[in-house]
């Protein structure tokens, strides 16, 4: 049972992986033009937040299996697993991307931004979108320290009472327990819970950048966050083999 649903927990995250690239390749080519089509970037945007949704979704169902498996998955390196935050990403990170491209496009671009010529991607977010997108940081990162406290509560009730007190009672490690398997079974549908919320966020957090920025600049953005993401699995596999994990 148990190896079969890992099987499964992979399959999806593999398909994951493939349809990240489906997408990336979707975008590039949708701004591989000097005048991108705002329509069809507005559709392959609204596409690929269908696929996080639907890959969130899929992820809801299957922690119902073994939800603490999602918060140190084995299906991915141990690179990737250093950067979780209840099972993916922190949501405001994708803020701090956001943050740090538009800065490094204004630098590269700034001899022709001096001269009043604007070029639409990221180096352009004007102040009004910066002032909606310091309040969706803010707001993110306020539900981002709700989640963790509540994280955090369950682990501490879960190891006081009961399993530090029955751990103590036994008269031989890992002795059977109905009580034991009761609690861990509670704490594991908690967790599936949790994982759902933070995934919540993580797509919350994604819509509402599309929703400041414009077309183009919310297509250059999902481009460099599939790339981010899709490298970093990359890198994990590099090192993995490296240091003879694999």
């Known amino acids: 049972m148990a190896s079969s649903s890992h099987r499964l927990f992979h399959c999806c995250f593999q398909d994951w992986i493939n349809q990240q690239h489906q997408d990336l390749q979707e975008l590039l080519q949708g701004l591989d033009t000097d005048s991108p089509d705002s329509d069809h970037l507005r559709h392959l945007i609204q596409k690929s937040l269908q ?21 140190c998955p084995s299906w991915i390196t141990s690179f990737e697993n250093s950067f979780l935050w209840l099972g993916g990403c922190r949501p405001s ?4 991307l956001l943050y740090s491209i538009s ?5 590269a671009q700034l001899p022709d931004f001096l ?31 709700q989640l963790s406290s509540r994280m955090a509560s369950m682990q ?4 006081d009472e009961p ?15 109905r009580t034991v398997n009761s609690a861990i079974e509670t704490h594991s549908q908690a967790l599936a819970s949790v994982l759902e919320e933070a995934d919540k966020l993580r797509l919350s957090t994604f819509k ?39």
Not at 156 to 159: I, L, P, S
């Open 51 to 71: 696929h996080f949704q639907d890959y969130s979704a899929a992820r809801a169902e299957l922690s119902k299996l073994d939800a603490p498996s999602f918060f």
């Open 163 to 177: 399993l530090s007190i029955i751990a103590k009672k036994l008269r031989t490690v890992g002795e059977y327990s």
């Open 208 to 246: 509402g950048l599309q929703e400041i920025l414009t077309p183009l600049q919310a297509a250059h953005f999902l481009v460099a966050s599939k790339k981010l993401h899709l490298s970093m699995h990359e890198w994990g596999k590099q090192r993995a083999e490296r240091v003879g994990y694999t």
């Open 93 to 96: 990170l994708a803020i701090r």
């Open 115 to 145: 001269k009043g010529c604007t070029r639409g991607n990221l180096a352009d977010i004007s102040a009004t979108q910066l002032i909606s997108i310091n309040a969706l940081h803010g707001r993110v990162v306020r539900e981002e320290d």
């Open 156 to 159: 501490e009730d879960t190891a």
């Open 103 to 107: 800065g490094s496009e204004l630098q």
